[in-house]
């Protein structure tokens, strides 16, 4: 979550539950809490291999979503809003598989207290999200090798570059 959203997620979150951000000096009000509010930029993926369950802040806003493969393949239960037009066919495509949960910000607090209490759901999210994001990854392969090759042909179906020769990929 970008540190611009955090107020908007703290200001909703009031009276649930102690938040505690990352930007708050140690003993401040804002140090002690439940829950762990990452309101800093490059740290998610610390944060991931930590967490219970990982929420996609910038889709709950106005910001067309985030990509959602980090968490999921680092192990971490993902949570993810509305606004995802940036990232709409990875999204659809996991959450068919059963890799992640849709939510808005109505429900979110029900959603991360569902996911809380049920490890078993959270091991199944991650085993499918994972699963999932495995098996697009042969055919990024696939696609990533035939653009490369393509791009290395100039108009008229030569080889483009010294000497017309072609590198393959990996």
Do not use: K, W
């Not at 992640?100 to 959270?122: E, F, N, T, Y």
Request: hydrophobic residues 40%; proline residues 4%; contains cysteine.
């Amino acid at each position: 979550m970008c540190p611009a959203q955090a107020g908007a997620v703290r200001g909703g979150g009031a009276g649930r539950c102690r938040i505690a951000r990352r930007t708050a000096p140690s003993g401040s009000a804002g140090s002690g809490g439940s829950r762990f509010l990452l309101d800093t930029l490059g740290e998610l993926r610390q944060a991931y291999s930590l967490a219970d369950v990982a929420v996609v802040g910038r889709s709950f806003f106005d910001q067309h979503g985030s990509d959602p493969i980090e968490p999921i393949a680092l192990g971490c239960p993902t949570i993810i809003g509305p606004a995802v037009s940036d990232f709409a066919e990875i999204v659809r495509v996991l959450e068919e598989a059963s890799g992640l949960v849709r939510a808005d910000r109505d429900d979110l607090g029900g959603v991360i207290a569902g996911l809380l209490g049920d490890a078993a759901r959270r091991g199944d999210l991650v085993a499918n999200g994972r699963e999932c994001i495995r098996g697009l990854q042969g055919g990024q392969r696939e696609a990533s090798g035939i653009a490369d090759v393509a791009g290395c042909f100039g108009r008229g179906g030569r080889a483009a570059g010294a000497g017309g020769v072609v590198a393959r990929p990996g």
